[in-house]
């Protein structure tokens, strides 16, 4: 007989299992934490597993063969993920993007998609339900997710260059399969697109006007995400940070821009659009701008660990709540709780430090795989 492995794969992170209040509360359709902050987002990794190995995310000499991934009855159930979905919208989540690592791996992704988007808001909306993926597997997904239910769709891609792409995916993947996904989720009207560039200061900053002039004239807008010191993993330095105020004056010195107002305060994007009307761009500046002021996202693990913020170094473990037989008015009552306690402002305060990050212990910081960007 096959001997059981036991895994340990999945106690990787520093976390905690909940209190449950022993008064219990009914949710309100509104809540918000220490320092006055709503919970509007809540953004879902359903898995850790990915085809590319972004150099920034995922670099091949961490993640290779070696690397423990989940094991499969670690991941949150499609049911548990609904269960805690709606908990989260009774409690003021409007917005849902499924995330990963490479969410179109997870199999039957449409399905998970097909039982969030039957979620009404407490005023009876439907959710905003997007997800962000590489674009690697979306000709093939994007009709099956539309059908499901997905809102829209948001696509990472670093360069139009084939070399330097497949440089920064490090998995040889080509730009023209990325660009058909984009082209099929256009047609299936999973739009508007947003097309996500992280820039990386001597890696991809080249591309920055070439993507902007190939989006330019499009119906997708292209946002520019300043490489962030997210997990332990990418060996992040300061000095591999390109501003977003040097990507608006590259751009603008070519292609003439104007500001935009935000659609919503907690937006992140800050967003301009091109003088001659061809369309929006947008900066993501989570190194130079902090936007924790206004930070309404929630995070949830692969493995059902709320996260508070995306650097967080600890979870609080709402599968443990989930698995032990807890009903949702328990669960309810112990996210409000551990809400209105959060009072995560990492980026404000790495824009405070002299030495360009917050954390004392780096190490301990919580993989973008795992927790989902
Ligand atoms: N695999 C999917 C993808 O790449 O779109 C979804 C997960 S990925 C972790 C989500 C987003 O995080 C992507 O747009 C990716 O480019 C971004 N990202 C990952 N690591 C980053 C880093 N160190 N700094 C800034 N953005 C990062
Ligand atoms: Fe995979 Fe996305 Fe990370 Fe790239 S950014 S390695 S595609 S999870
Ligand atoms: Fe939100 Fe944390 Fe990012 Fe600040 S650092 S914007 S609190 S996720």
New binding site residues.
């Given amino acids: 007989m096959a001997e059981k492995i036991i895994p340990i794969a999945d106690q990787r992170y520093p976390h905690a299992v909940p209190a449950v209040p022993r008064q219990l509360e009914a949710p309100s359709g509104e809540i918000t934490d220490s320092l006055g902050r709503s919970l509007h987002d809540l953004r879902i990794?359903v898995t850790d597993r990915?085809n590319?190995r972004?150099v920034?995310?995922m670099p091949k000499e961490i993640f290779d063969h070696g690397y423990a991934y989940l094991p499969h009855q670690s991941l949150l159930s499609f049911e548990e993920i609904t269960r805690l979905a709606r908990v989260f919208v009774a409690h003021g989540v409007r917005k849902i993007r499924l995330?990963?690592?490479?969410?179109l791996l997870r199999k039957d992704i449409d399905k998970l998609v097909a039982m969030l988007s039957a979620l009404r808001t407490p005023d009876g909306k439907p959710l905003d339900l997007t997800l962000?993926?590489?674009?690697s597997l979306l000709a093939r997904k994007a009709q099956a997710l539309k059908d499901a239910g997905l809102t829209r769709v948001?696509?990472?891609l670093?360069s139009l260059d084939d070399a330097t792409f497949k440089r920064m995916n490090d998995v040889d993947f080509p730009v023209t399969e990325v660009l058909r996904g984009i082209d099929v989720a256009h047609e299936v009207g999973l739009g508007p697109i947003k097309v996500?560039?992280?820039v990386k200061r001597g890696a991809n900053d080249q591309e920055i006007l070439p993507m902007a002039r190939h989006f330019k004239d499009t119906p997708h807008i292209l946002r520019f995400?300043?490489?962030?010191?997210?997990?332990s993993s990418?060996g992040?330095k300061m000095d591999e940070v390109l501003p977003s105020a040097e990507v608006v004056r590259l751009i603008d010195s070519e292609l003439p821009l104007t500001p935009l107002t935000r659609h919503s305060a907690d937006e992140t994007a800050e967003r301009w659009r091109y003088r001659d009307g061809s369309g929006e761009i947008g900066l993501i500046s989570?190194v130079t701008r902090a936007f924790c002021g206004d930070c309404s996202r929630a995070r949830l693990s692969t493995e059902g660990k709320l996260y508070t913020c995306l650097f967080a170094t600890a979870g609080h473990d709402l599968r443990a709540l989930l698995r032990s037989g807890h009903d949702d008015a328990q669960i309810s009552t112990a996210v409000a709780h551990l809400w209105r306690a959060r009072e995560d402002r990492y980026s404000a305060l790495r824009a405070q430090s002299t030495e360009g990050t917050a954390h004392a212990n780096e190490t301990k910081r919580v993989e973008?795989?795992y927790i989902?960007?």
């Avoid at 995330?99 to 969410?103: K, L, R």
């Avoid at 962000?132 to 674009?135: A, D, K, R």
């Avoid at 995400?225 to 997990?231: L, R, T």
């Fill in positions: 990794s990915c590319f972004c920034y995310c995330t990963g690592g490479e969410p962000t993926t590489n674009g948001t696509v990472s670093d996500n560039m992280v995400i300043e490489y962030m010191d997210v997990g990418n992040w989570s973008m795989s989902g960007g």
